[in-house]
T-cell receptor, first 116, second 108 residues
């Protein structure tokens, strides 16, 4: 059974704290993604990675950074959390489109972050 | 710019048919997905269209017209468990961009 695992389902942090969200996939996927999901706005892409040590900005990268040291692990870092970063964070992975794959995303269960 | 539009909410009756529309304008296009998301859960894959036409999978069908930038998801024989959000998404290159989602309420 394919799996994307996010380290924490619920976190509460204070403004200014550094926050790490971890994501691990066991499908040997090349691509990994971090989205945030907010009511009325849907899923918005923060960062993605198509290979180890490679990263690309998504649509809303400000205030975030990422790390991909190993193929199976993709971390999202909030250097100094702010209240407007309170959200549901979803990690996803996919194989490369083509070669029998559509590039569909497999999602983790999500991490709900509250910044006070 | 990139834009994916779909209705915010829809309500339908158990046993009926419902069509959820999606229009898109994106800088790249390698296919269109529909995902289902139940409240409090992660999105799960429903369908994929890359060529024009209808793809049928059980009670669910998805249609694509690339020239019109238009897709719809058709759900037949609605069941209460179909109450969920339905997300239209376009993949271009490595990136998948989502619409805001349509919340579907199925009533008895």
């Amino acid at each position: 059974d394919v799996k994307v695992t996010q380290s924490s389902r619920y976190l509460v942090k204070r403004t200014g704290e550094k926050v790490f969200l971890e994501c691990v996939q066991d499908m040997d996927h090349e691509n990994m993604f971090w989205y945030r999901q907010d009511p009325g706005l849907g899923l918005r892409l923060i960062y993605f990675s198509y290979d180890v040590k490679m990263k690309e900005k998504g649509d809303i990268p400000e205030g975030y950074s990422v790390s991909r040291e190993k193929k199976e692990r993709f971390s999202l870092i909030l250097e100094s959390a702010s209240t407007n970063q309170t959200s549901m964070y979803l990690c996803a992975s996919s194989s490369l489109p083509g070669q029998g794959s559509t590039g569909e995303l497999f999602f983790g269960e999500g991490s709900r972050l509250t910044v006070l | 710019g990139q834009n994916i539009d779909q209705p915010t909410e829809m309500t339908a009756t158990e046993g009926a048919i419902v069509q959820i529309n999606c229009t898109y304008q994106t800088s790249g296009f390698n296919g269109l997905f529909w995902y289902q998301q139940h409240a409090g859960e992660a999105p799960t894959f429903l369908s994929y269209n890359v060529l024009d036409g209808l793809e049928e999978k059980g009670r669910f069908s998805s249609f694509l017209s690339r020239s019109k930038g238009y897709s719809y998801l058709l759900l037949k024989e609605l069941q209460m468990k179909d109450s969920a959000s339905y997300l239209c998404a376009v993949i271009g290159g490595f990136k998948t961009i989502f619409g805001a989602g349509t919340r579907l309420f199925v009533k008895a």
